[in-house]
């Protein structure tokens, strides 16, 4: 196989030569050496690297350090808005908008929930109804053209954030969907949290910024039940809302960040929502409305 390089002899190609001649005198002995020695001296010198010339070695410059960016601020919340159209979406409200005896606006006891044990534990030990747990939010559920609730009509609807602000939680909640949590900055200076429960196909990530009416999800589909539950309140952290001596802090109710969307207590006075931080989200937004 032929070396594909040049060797380069130059000063040492008299030597070799010299010695060459000297070898021939010494028989075929000496000549079989000789090309042993030849060939042994050409592969070490075809196998150097060849010098390159400094003015071929590109020079290496370290990357400028970046500078580190302050985090984004959002817009202050001026205004607030709905996540979804009231013309045509709303609550369940018994021989109102359905005949059923179900109830999903604010602050409301629903009976259309059952007798099953939820989180919130009583005096005596006993785990609450749902029935009897009072809504921290509303669930809206899509109208036909009568304003009736259309079953499952909801699902796939755009969800839509519901003033300037950052997104603070987002959470997979298995067959139920997303819940995004989202701090809003008022112009007093103080802060509340708006919360979308039953989300599908989250078009956010925690730490972005969005802007009142920017689209963040579409509503869940969770057949008959298709809805959106919406909630505002002044806390962003709800792991730790109830005390031990609470229903909730008795229970199982803490340690979640968005917490459960409903509340209860044995004394009546902490049982609403508003006890706990929630305020009435339809309230709210109607008092913070673009005019």
């Known amino acids: 196989m032929a070396l594909a390089c040049q ?6 190609g008299a030597a070799i030569i010299a010695a060459f001649f000297h070898l021939i005198k010494a028989g075929v002995l000496m000549r079989l050496r000789l090309t042993f020695f030849v060939s ?16 071929l070695i590109p020079s290496v410059t370290s990357s400028p350090t970046a500078t580190p960016r302050p985090r984004p601020t959002p817009l202050p919340a001026d205004h607030f808005d709905f ?91 298995g067959a139920e969907g997303w819940v995004i949590s989202i701090e809003h900055l008022l112009a007093d200076g103080s ?18 910024i969005v802007y009142r009416g920017d689209a963040i999800g579409k509503i869940a589909d969770r057949d008959w039940n298709s809805h959106l539950h919406w909630e505002i309140r002044t806390w962003g952290d709800g ?18 960040i968005p917490a459960l969307g409903y509340t209860w207590d044995d004394l009546l006075a902490r049982a609403s929502p508003n006890a706990w931080g929630y305020v009435d989200p339809v309230r709210f937004v109607k008092d913070h409305r673009s005019p």
């Open 191 to 208: 802060k509340v949290w708006s919360a979308y429960w039953h989300v599908a196909e989250p078009r956010v990530s925690f730490g972005q």
């Open 83 to 173: 996540p979804l159209d009231p013309n045509q979406f709303g609550p369940y409200v018994y021989n109102v908008t359905g005949p059923l005896n179900v109830d999903t606006r604010y602050g409301v006891q629903n009976p259309g929930l059952g007798s099953a044990g939820k989180c919130f534990v009583d005096e005596n030990g006993k785990k609450v109804p749902f029935a009897e747990l009072y809504h921290a939010g509303e669930d809206w559920f899509k109208f036909d053209a009568r304003r009736q609730v259309e079953a499952g009509a909801a699902t796939g609807e755009p969800v839509r954030a519901v003033a300037n602000g950052l997104v603070t939680w987002k959470q997979d909640i």
């Open 40 to 55: 042994l001296v050409c592969l070490l010198a075809a196998c150097q690297t060849p010098a390159i010339s400094p003015s």
């Open 7 to 12: 060797v380069p002899l130059e000063s040492s």
């Open 239 to 256: 792991s730790n809302l109830y005390p031990p001596t609470s229903a909730g802090g008795r229970g199982t109710c803490n340690g979640r």
